[in-house]
């Protein structure tokens, strides 16, 4: 077991806690965390484009002009890929299917491993619990700024998002509140700071167990 420093919601130090060596003190696999993350966004990635081949193009089959004599590269349809105007070679189809498959004990692996590297970087901060009392988003960013984050962009993972959390944290454009479920390689890498409750830490250890 490992032991993670906590603070309070006034940014002094509380009680420390044991955390799990395999999740938070686990060597970084650089190339299983860039797997997980090109996996990841190639799944939220929707097929949008469409683009003709060209059997689609509104040409004449008819062939443009003589084989020989002109002293042009020969040419059989207008609507060939090599002209201007022509389908594409491989064109996008909106039934492209994007998905990359991550295997359970890959995707554990990879979160602990990122989990483990922000603790090394000190970018991982334990909070012994966080509550507003009132929706207001002053409330939260001073909370933010009593914790010593103000000014930097920061991932908040809870263990359950009260309504008030959630209304203080919508206008600033610097935080994102989530819950333990809802954490994400993308987030976790994207964000230069991630202050985790105490309660997320113990359901995070449950679930990539």
């Known amino acids: 077991m490992m032991e993670l420093k906590v603070i309070n919601q006034n940014g002094k130090a509380a009680e ?19 797997q997980l993350v090109t996996a990841y966004q190639a799944n939220a990635r929707s097929a949008s484009s469409k683009q003709k081949g060209r059997s689609e193009i509104a040409k004449s089959t008819r062939k443009p002009f003589a084989q020989k ?10 609507s060939s890929p090599l002209w201007r105007g022509g389908g594409k070679i491989f064109p996008n189809s909106p039934d492209q299917n994007y998905t990359q498959k991550i295997n359970r004990k890959m995707y554990r692996a990879g979160l602990a491993s990122i989990f483990s590297q922000l603790v090394r970087e000190g970018r991982l901060s334990v909070v012994d619990n966080l509550s507003i009392e009132a929706p207001k988003t002053k409330l939260l960013a001073q909370k933010i700024k009593d914790m010593g984050l103000q000014d930097v962009r920061v991932l908040i993972i809870t263990d359950s998002i009260d309504e008030n959390l ?44």
């Not at 420390?16 to 860039?34: I, Q």
């Open 16 to 34: 420390s806690m044991n955390a799990s060596d395999d999740l938070f003190g686990r060597e970084y696999n650089e190339a299983l965390v860039h």
């Open 166 to 209: 959630y209304l203080s944290s919508r206008n600033l454009p610097n935080v994102l509140v989530v819950e333990a479920h809802q954490a994400d390689p993308v987030s976790l890498v994207r964000f230069p700071n991630v202050l985790v409750t105490r309660g997320a830490i113990a359901k995070i250890e449950e679930m990539l167990a």
């Open 69 to 78: 004599g002109t002293g042009r590269a020969r040419a059989g349809m207008a």
